[in-house]
């Protein structure tokens, strides 16, 4: 199922690829309109209304939106927006591109499709207007609301009149009866009322419904012809009233899940006249039912319960029905997909009966027979002793209804009177009709084995002689055509047979067997008697024209005598395209709806009947060539009165003239195999055939001999152009030749001149050269010369820079020895100040000591006074021990300072050496990158020498070549002379700038090496200045080193001077 989503689109296709609707319960497709917000939501669809042909329709949505819809050109266009909701809608209004809305504000709004402007504007109600009905003719319309109706004149939008009701009595539903001046008021007390439309006035009241129906009338429905009128609410009962007589005619009671009907609508039909016969029923469950109001069957139903509809409009024609679902969106039905079971061709009523496998019966025995209306058993044996019975037996009629009886089950008779009554079989059943009537045998075996033999050669080039643009259709007109020359051989030589069967090859493209049978059909019965004076026209039968056409209009005759227009020209070109030159597609349908449905003489009264209806044009024309023309083209006449015409024709003409009495009448093909046709001069198709081929092969021969003679000729044209080719290109040859002689005679000429001009030329250029040679020497010595001089003070500012920066250097060195010489004197103060303040320290411990030493001694004399005067020999004893005491300590304090010397020595030492470890590597790595560059640029002096070497001899052997070259002028070999002794002054002072350029090579390059090491030396005499400094600084290092340890050492012995213990005085 399709579904299209309106969105925000104006307009644009319905759908995109072909519908299908027998594979989707009908449904053509699925309408929705959805908005494009940031949450989008459906825009239910409220009311639809078709217009008066079927195929268009508008429908309005809740936002007073209204769309118009064209089902047959699959287009849709929004048309107007109203800006409210929409109540009612109607589009059968006179002018086919207005309609009416119903606005939620009470108003009724007329708007055109077309310009989508508004027409007019009514108001009157004071409450919302449920319906619209519009009159027939399109003039009037009636607006309907709750409490009131009204009548409105759609050409000045006035209004007419007003029906006002008691305010206990609400309004059902006003509208027109349908191809009627009556208006229909239906009221909430069930009573119904007929007015006439243009006096009001009432014509009758129906009468109340029966007292047992409790049913209230909610919706009402009523046929195309306005005699029936279908009434339900409430209730699953429906009430079908008969308005002619007023009487309530019949109660339909739906199936029990039907509790109320919400809506109700007749489904037109084409070939009911108007008394519709199915009615469709929407109950609350959404379902739509169909029933058949005569028989009370269930015919097919649209809708379910998770889908149900909401409302249902049903187009004029029953084509279409556009349900509004309960969701919103709209469907669109197809009437014929929903009815295509319903409306299959009834099955055949002779049926086989085959044997029971133990049945001795013979199958010819179990036939039924069916004869105008009798049906018979099968007759069995005697032996079966069971005798036939008829079922049903007719009396009257037999030999009228065994003519009038078709194949599949169709009266002709009835048949005939439709065709009277309408003028035209339904559309949609035409070819099940004509089949019928031509009683077509279908005989695939038999049309397969024509096909088969392939394409008769007769139509091999068809398409040269009738170019048709669709190939499908030249296919299958070729192949029509072939088949029918296999059948028979005059077919082959009828020229004007694709002219009779193109018309049925186009209506019957699909199905080329069908084409088949009906042109052989038509070739039999209307046909009949064409081919006697073979090849010439049919004489017999265009003369039976003459002869009705002089019957029944000897003025018209007369007249086309008098311009000698005979049959050939007023009645063959009718016959022999069977019409289709001159009617359309519709017409010629229609006029062979006629033709097939009676005797084969109705076709040639045709042609009797276009020429008495076209009289009074032929009777204007006085020149042959325009009567020619009229009866090739397409006229201005009316097919239907053509058709009439033929009928008065068939019914006034006499017997004797008539063309039934020599036309037989309508046989059909026969089953199984396809009659021989053979109703035509054998022995002049024959003749004409051998002669075809005999001229046939004639032409072959001619052909090869011509295709012989004019490939020789083709030969010899083409060796004479050879020949006359190869003669012009040799004398063109021979042209060119002179030419290119006199050409180059001409050129050796201007060479010859060109030679001495461009010698004297030479000569002077040669002259201008040398006297620019010789400027140009002149002025690259020069040149020369002021290189040099700029070279040489280039380097002297060089080397005046490098001496600047060298002695700036020196300077920098300076300043900083001497700040590390101030440094050094800092530190020597500061140690100096440390260790007296640490022998001031000293000094006054070992003051203390020697206080406390001198006490003790004090005290130990006095003790030694009291002991001696004990004993004079342990005085002496410990006189010599206190001495030898005093000795050990002094040994032990001058041990502790040499340690203690001895071990700041070492320290010193150890950091001293370390330190020259360093600065050792760092000489060894400057030396290593020394060498390396000292070979780098040696190589490079040794390169550069040797490349001065070669240019200088390169020099001397370009000199001694000028010098030979100019040997005739002694005044030159001066000048070089001079100029050899410049050059030999040159080569000296370029000997010494390469030395230069050479030591400040060197002097970068050391620089360069110092950067990548992280020293900060820039060449070799500040890498030897930085040697001899770093030299400097390690002996004043160790003249400050030693001046420390002298000054230890005196420091020492004054200490040892202060400490030495006094001699002990012997007494």
Request: with cysteine; charged share 25%; proline share 3%.
């Amino acid at each position: 199922m399709q579904s299209t989503d309106l969105g925000n689109k104006e307009s644009g296709k319905i759908w995109h690829r072909k519908p299908s609707p027998a594979t989707h319960d009908g449904i053509i497709v699925n309408i929705v309109h959805s908005t494009s917000e940031y949450h989008p939501k459906v825009l239910r669809f409220l009311n639809v209304a078709f217009d008066g042909s079927g195929d268009s329709f508008i429908a309005g949505d809740h936002h007073g939106n209204i769309y118009a819809f064209d089902l047959h050109g699959n287009r849709f266009a929004l048309v107007q927006r109203t800006a409210q909701a929409c109540t009612a809608l109607a589009f059968d209004l006179r002018r086919k591109s207005e309609f009416l809305v119903a606005l939620a504000d009470y108003s009724i709004k007329c708007f055109d499709t077309v310009t989508r402007e508004l027409v007019s504007w009514m108001r009157g109600h004071e409450s919302s207007v449920s319906s619209i009905s519009v009159h027939a003719a399109g003039r009037y319309a009636i607006t309907t609301s709750s409490d009131t109706a009204q009548l409105w004149d759609l050409d000045t939008f006035q209004r007419k009149r007003k029906l006002n009701i008691r305010q206990s009595v609400g309004i059902q539903k006003v509208f027109f009866l349908p191809f009627s001046n009556t208006i229909l008021s239906c009221f909430k007390d069930n009573s119904i009322f007929a007015w006439e439309c243009d006096t009001l006035f009432c014509k009758y009241q129906l009468p109340a419904p029966p007292e047992g129906s409790s049913i209230i009338y909610k919706v009402f429905a009523v046929t195309r012809d306005g005699r029936i009128l279908a009434a339900g609410g409430k209730s699953n009962h429906l009430h079908l009233w008969c308005l002619e007589t007023t009487q309530l005619f019949r109660i339909i009671q739906m199936p029990t899940k039907v509790r109320a009907v919400r809506h109700l609508e007749f489904l037109p039909d084409s070939f009911d006249a108007g008394s519709n016969q199915v009615l469709g029923v929407l109950s609350q469950d959404g379902i739509m039912r169909f029933i058949n109001i005569q028989t009370c069957k269930l015919l097919f139903e649209i809708g379910s319960v998770e889908e149900g509809i909401s409302s249902s409009v049903i187009s004029p024609h029953g084509r279409y029905i556009a349900s509004i679902m309960e969701n919103g969106s709209l469907n669109i039905y197809s009437v014929q997909a929903l009815t295509q079971e319903i409306n299959k061709p009834p099955p055949p009523l002779v049926k086989v009966i085959e044997d029971l496998p133990n049945n001795t019966l013979s199958s010819s025995n179990l036939k039924m027979k069916m004869v105008s209306g009798r049906v018979q058993r099968p007759a069995r044996s005697k032996e079966s002793r069971i005798q036939t019975r008829i079922l049903k037996q007719d009396l009257e009629g037999n030999v009228e209804n065994k003519e009038n009886e078709l194949s599949e089950g169709l009266n002709k008779k009835r048949l005939q009177i439709l065709l009277k009554g309408y003028g035209e079989y339904p559309t949609k059943y035409r070819m099940f009709i004509w089949r019928s009537l031509l009683q077509l045998p279908e005989n695939h075996t038999a049309f397969s084995s024509l096909v088969d033999k392939g394409t008769h050669v007769a139509y091999l080039n068809l398409q040269k002689k009738y170019p048709i643009k669709s190939r499908k259709l030249l296919r299958v007109l070729q192949r029509t055509l072939s088949a029918l020359a296999h059948w028979s051989a005059i077919f082959s030589d009828t020229p004007y047979l694709p002219l009779l069967a193109f018309p049925f090859v186009k209506l019957f493209q699909n199905n080329q067997l069908i084409c088949f049978e009906v042109v052989a059909t038509l070739i039999i019965n209307w046909c009949q008697h064409w081919f006697e004076y073979f090849p010439n026209p049919p004489i017999n039968v265009l003369s039976m024209i003459e002869n009705v056409l002089a019957f029944h209009d000897k003025e018209l005759l007369q007249h086309f005598i008098e311009r000698d227009v005979t049959s050939q020209l007023y009645a063959w070109p009718l016959l022999e395209t069977v019409f289709s030159e001159v009617l359309t597609r519709e017409e010629w349908l229609r006029l062979f709806d006629n033709v097939f449905s009676n005797h084969p003489s109705f076709l040639l009264m045709a042609v009797v009947a276009y020429n008495t209806c076209s009289r009074a044009p032929l009777l204007n024309s006085t020149l042959k060539d325009d009567i020619e023309y009229f009866f090739h083209h397409r006229n201005n006449l009316d097919i239907n009165v053509v058709i009439r015409e033929v009928y008065r024709l068939m019914e006034t003409t006499p017997a004797d003239i008539h063309p039934r009495s020599t036309l037989d009448a309508f046989v059909a093909l026969t089953k199984g195999q396809y009659p021989i046709f053979n109703q035509y001069p054998k022995f002049i198709v024959d003749y004409q055939t051998r002669e075809r081929e005999r001229i046939r092969n004639d032409e072959l021969d001619f052909l090869r001999e011509r295709q012989t003679v004019e490939n020789m000729q083709a030969e010899v044209d083409e060796q004479r152009a050879e020949d006359e080719a190869w003669y012009q290109k040799q004398e063109l040859l021979r042209r060119a030749e002179e030419t290119r002689r006199e050409m180059l005679l001409q050129e050796e000429e201007k060479m010859v001149q060109q030679r001495h001009r461009l010698a004297a030329a030479k000569r002077e250029l040669k002259m201008k050269e040398m006297r620019l040679q010789d400027a140009a020497r002149r002025r690259f010595l020069k040149l020369q010369q002021d290189q040099r001089e700029m070279e040489l003070r280039r380097l002297e500012d060089e080397i005046e820079r490098k001496v600047h920066m060298r002695d700036e250097e020196i300077a920098a060195t300076a300043k900083d020895l001497e700040m590390r010489q101030l440094e050094l004197e800092s530190q020597k103060r500061h140690y100096e100040k440390d260790l007296t303040r640490s022998q001031d320290a000293i000094a006054k411990e070992i003051r203390d000591g020697a206080d406390a030493h001198w006490r003790k001694v004090a005290l130990e004399e006095h003790m030694f006074r009291n002991l001696l005067e004990t004993s004079q020999l342990g005085n002496r004893t410990r006189r010599v021990v206190e001495d030898n005491l005093a000795k050990a300590e002094q040994a032990c304090l001058d041990a502790d300072w040499q340690i203690q010397a001895l071990h700041r020595q070492k320290c010193d030492d150890q950091q001293r050496s370390q330190g020259y470890q360093e600065v050792a590597t760092l000489l060894r790595k400057n030396r290593r990158r020394e060498v390396e560059v000292l070979n780098a640029m040696m190589k490079e002096e040794a390169k550069k020498w040797k490349e001065a070497e070669e240019k200088e001899s390169r020099l001397e052997s370009e000199k001694r070549a000028s010098a030979l070259s100019d040997a005739s002028r002694k005044w030159f070999l001066k000048q070089e002379t001079s100029a050899a002794r410049e050059h030999g002054g040159d080569l000296l002072c370029g000997a010494e700038v390469p030395w230069l350029q050479r030591e400040h090579m060197t002097s970068n390059y050391l620089s360069q090496t110092s950067q990548l090491n992280g020293v900060s030396e820039m060449d070799s005499s500040t890498q030897t200045f930085s040697s001899r400094k770093t030299t400097e600084w390690n002996h004043t290092e160790r003249d400050l080193l030693q001046e420390v340890r002298n000054l230890r050492q005196r420091l020492t012995a004054q200490a040892r001077d202060r400490c030495q213990p006094p001699h002990l005085l012997v007494t």
